[in-house]
């Protein structure tokens, strides 16, 4: 008998059928990072997350607030994916009975900063007692008539972008729980980029209003891991040139406070960037550059997406092409 275990988080979805249900014409359910459902000239997205004590945040080295903030934050991430702009959540939170009413306080001004920033109203929720803090958000985004750019639409010679700087969550987790002192502006932003991420919710909406992006995805479980769902549902296999990533200069301190010899590491199988990785058609790539300087967000190619390799369905390569055998599995549920 196989167990959670052995078959893991993306493993189990498969074995219970859940990309295989049937939906009315025009609906799309699992296996992207919100459904969608049209309405009139309007498509719904919807999304879910949850988030756990002990499995998705410790107390130990999270405030309630900053708490507050990154569980809404992570959800407007999934609806930015889509190309979704925010409309509404739904807040179901457990807590101990021994939990101290400021607390809540707190995490709910977390929330409500959340939502301020991004105009998506907190619209209603469920309360009840756990033994430990559980966390769920529903977020609710619409579309106004483009299409969402699905995990399913990436093509051979498609070249593959990322926003932003990812691996800085990564770094300013592993300095929170370190217990390292991080008193300059470069350690600070770190943290911060770990406790109170940014959702790229106009750089979503611009790619799927220009149809520049072909697929894309938010950056949760880490860049290797999420191009791996790209190529997947596309039929394809991505390349990553670790020589393109890019690496930002609180990165780089942080990487040398904390000993890590390789920070490009932390860039490919950090997690919880909430950055968009996405492709794009080739003849694309000046609009691309173009709309991040429009936004202020660096846009940076990293890849590109290549005809099925069997063996690959992700290949990390040195500057000549080579593969780089690296343990870059990214997180998973389960495993």
Request: net charge negative.
């Amino acid at each position: 008998m196989k167990t959670l275990r052995e078959i893991g988080e993306f493993g189990l979805l498969a074995h219970l059928g859940v990309d295989n249900g049937k939906l009315p014409q025009g609906w799309l359910g699992p296996g992207d990072d919100c459904a969608l459902i049209p309405i009139g000239d309007e498509t719904l997205a919807i999304t879910a997350d949850i988030l756990i004590e002990g499995v998705h945040f410790r107390l130990a080295t999270t405030s309630a607030a900053d708490l507050g903030y990154k569980a809404l934050a992570a959800s407007l991430s999934d609806l930015a994916s889509m190309g979704a702009t925010p409309l509404a959540s739904t807040l179901s939170i457990a807590l101990p009975f021994s939990t101290d009413i400021g607390w809540v306080e707190d995490f709910y001004s977390g929330i409500k900063c959340c939502a301020d920033e991004y105009r998506c109203h907190l619209v209603g929720g469920d309360t009840s007692s756990g033994d430990k803090i559980f966390i769920n958000i529903t977020a609710l985004g619409k579309l106004n008539g483009e299409n969402a750019p699905l995990r399913s639409g990436a093509a051979a010679g498609e070249d593959l972008w990322v926003s932003g700087t990812p691996g800085e969550s990564r770094g300013g987790l592993l300095l929170l729980e370190g217990g390292v002192e991080s008193k300059t502006p470069a350690l600070k932003t770190l943290i911060k980029r770990h406790t109170r991420p940014t959702p790229r919710v106009d750089l979503g909406a611009a790619l799927a209003k220009g149809h520049l992006a072909t697929s894309m995805i938010d950056i949760s479980d880490g860049i290797t891991k999420d191009a791996a769902h790209i190529a997947r549902r596309s039929g394809v296999s991505v390349e990553i040139s670790i020589d393109l990533l890019p690496l930002s200069a609180p990165l780089m301190e942080g990487a040398a406070k904390l000993g890590v010899k390789e920070p490009r590491l932390l860039v490919l199988a950090g997690g919880e960037d909430y950055e968009l990785l996405f492709t794009a058609n080739t003849k694309h790539r000046e609009e691309v550059l173009s709309l991040g300087k429009l936004l202020g967000v660096e846009l940076t190619r990293i890849g590109r997406a290549t005809l099925k390799d069997d063996k690959h369905a992700v290949k990390v390569t040195n500057g000549v092409g080579d593969i780089i055998d690296l343990a870059l599995d990214g997180f998973e549920h389960f495993k």
